[in-house]
């Protein structure tokens, strides 16, 4: 099964091959990349439920993230998600994310919330991402039968198909399904989490050794839709700093069900893998948040006019003119900050004399950010990616036991049919949902990087997806 390219705006492909630096960066400069995490429970008495809260942290001033993958430890109770009723609420999820709206300074914080329900795995029930009945409502935000739960959640999103299958091209089976629905500035968004079996084989390109525990995906939109198209859109840059808080709830509100167990006495690792975006001139400013990729800035694009006199979003280190404003210097209908390419059209005309770029529109063969028609480097990333593993030891009663699954729970067990899994543990990334913000014209679009094509998060385990998308405007849920 070949690697695929998944994730677009707030990060990189990785399968875990030598990184590679344009040659004559100073590496001394580059960006540096220190995210924070905190696993607590609200009670850690062993074989009980419990909330379970896990915040994650881009410090201000690092690079942003380009993948946060977790694992699930193997001994926690999980329960499969068939013997849960769907629409069962069982977590909820806070962030804020820092943003640059409109070709402005990146300095606009961003609040988001979401509530996720226990969702259907009938991968042959599906329903689409998209606005097929042209009601002004994406189908998957819509609740048809008026029962308080998402159309998205009661049934299958057919793009996860597309996005996650094996080697023989067959859908991979979750074991476990959490989505929830938000509305961020106009735009109807989706985020899920997707539990698979220990040992499931999620790309060649990843360990899937059953000790690791349960490799985790959380897609945010369609995710790594092969069918998606880039499109401009509001939020023209996301960089540091973000916080997220992701609470997985140990039972339901009205105590008549338990949505995840602690294990047996003994002290449990949970680790985070993450990767800081890439930095091609090395100036402390990734590649999606540079307009001047390949040339160091003079200023600082998170604060206004910092380098930048005419106020058009390019720094002095490479605009044309730094007298002259002109948003879209390259008329290709991205903002200059919105746009991997900002000097050499790469996108969808705005005016009946601008350049024609419609072939090659925020094309990145390589993934760093850096569109193919600017690139000195199309087919070699530009920049390396930095890794940080992050783990803390979480006890449970005593901390000095054996350790072990609770009764009931084991590898393969279903916990007796009323536990749920760990799923909330997953990292789900305040800020790729925070950036969720609506783009209108010709519908609305999801656009929470500057353009690139989608691209992937990895380590070794689970992996977060995250991508531009398109969708329509929806209701407040």
């Known amino acids: 099964?070949?690697?695929?390219?998944?994730?677009?705006?707030?990060?990189?492909?990785?399968?875990?091959?030598?990184?590679?630096?344009l040659s004559g960066v100073d590496r001394s400069e580059?960006?540096?990349?220190?995210?924070?995490?905190k696993v607590t429970l609200d009670n850690p008495e062993p074989e009980q439920s419990s909330n379970t809260t896990v915040d994650f942290g881009v410090p201000a001033g690092d690079v942003n993230f380009a993948a946060v993958v977790a694992f699930v430890p193997k001994d926690w109770g999980v329960v499969r998600g068939k013997d849960i009723p769907i629409g069962t609420i069982v977590g909820e999820l806070s962030s804020t994310a820092t943003l640059g709206l409109i070709n402005s300074a990146c300095n606009t914080a961003l609040p988001v919330?979401?509530?996720?329900?226990?969702?259907?795995?009938?991968?042959?029930?599906?329903?689409?991402?998209?606005?097929e009945d042209d009601n002004q409502t994406p189908d998957f935000y819509e609740d048809k039968d008026k029962n308080d739960v998402p159309d998205g959640a009661e049934r299958y999103p057919d793009f996860i198909k597309r996005v996650l299958d094996d080697k023989d091209g067959n859908p991979l089976q979750p074991i476990r399904r959490s989505a929830g629905v938000t509305v961020v500035a106009g735009t109807a968004v989706l985020l899920q989490f997707l539990l698979f079996e220990p040992g499931t084989v999620?790309?060649?390109a990843l360990p899937s050794d059953p000790a690791l525990g349960?490799?985790?995906?959380?897609?945010?939109?369609?995710?790594?839709?092969?069918?998606?198209?880039?499109?401009?859109?509001?939020?023209?840059?996301?960089?540091?700093?973000?916080?997220?808080?992701?609470?997985?709830?140990?039972?339901?509100?009205d105590g008549s069900m338990k949505l995840q167990v602690n294990p047996k006495d003994g002290t449990y690792q949970f680790t985070v893998a993450s990767l800081g975006l890439r930095d091609a001139d090395g100036d402390g400013y990734e590649n999606n948040f540079d307009t001047c990729s390949l040339v160091a800035n003079e200023g600082d694009p998170r604060v206004p006019n910092s380098g930048d006199s005419d106020g058009d979003g390019l720094d002095a280190a490479c605009d044309p003119d730094d007298d002259d404003t002109n948003s879209d210097e390259d008329l290709d209908g991205y903002l200059n900050r919105g746009?991997?390419?900002?000097?050499?059209?790469?996108?969808q005309p705005i005016e009946p004399d601008a350049p024609t770029a419609d072939e090659?529109?925020?094309?990145?063969?390589?993934?760093?950010?850096?569109?193919?028609?600017?690139?000195?480097?199309?087919?070699?990333?530009?920049?390396?990616?930095?890794?940080?593993?992050?783990?803390?030891?979480?006890?449970?009663?005593?901390?000095?036991?054996?350790?072990?699954?609770?009764?009931g729970f084991g590898q393969g067990s279903s916990g007796g049919g009323d536990d749920d899994s760990n799923t909330g543990l997953i990292i789900a990334i305040a800020a790729g949902v925070a950036a969720a913000v609506v783009v209108v014209g010709g519908g609305a679009y999801l656009l929470m990087r500057r353009g690139g094509p989608p691209t992937l998060f990895i380590h070794p385990s689970s992996f977060i997806l995250l991508r531009r998308a398109s969708s329509s405007p929806g209701r407040t849920w």
């Open 1 to 21: 099964m070949r690697l695929k390219p998944l994730l677009g705006w707030a990060a990189v492909v990785v399968a875990m091959t030598p990184l590679l630096l």
């Open 202 to 204: 999620i790309d060649e």
């Open 360 to 407: 090659t529109n925020q094309e990145d063969k390589d993934l760093d950010f850096i569109g193919d028609v600017c690139d000195p480097n199309p087919d070699t990333a530009n920049g390396e990616l930095i890794f940080k593993q992050i783990t803390q030891d979480v006890k449970i009663g005593t901390g000095t036991g054996t350790g072990g699954p609770p009764a």
């Open 214 to 253: 349960y490799p985790s995906v959380t897609l945010l939109q369609n995710a790594g839709d092969p069918d998606v198209v880039p499109a401009p859109g509001p939020i023209t840059d996301f960089c540091s700093p973000l916080v997220s808080s992701n609470v997985a709830y140990g039972q339901t509100e």
């Open 113 to 131: 919330e979401f509530t996720f329900f226990n969702s259907s795995l009938d991968v042959n029930d599906t329903i689409s991402f998209y606005d």
């Open 30 to 37: 580059a960006g540096t990349f220190e995210p924070t995490l």
């Open 339 to 347: 746009d991997n390419c900002p000097l050499k059209a790469n996108g």
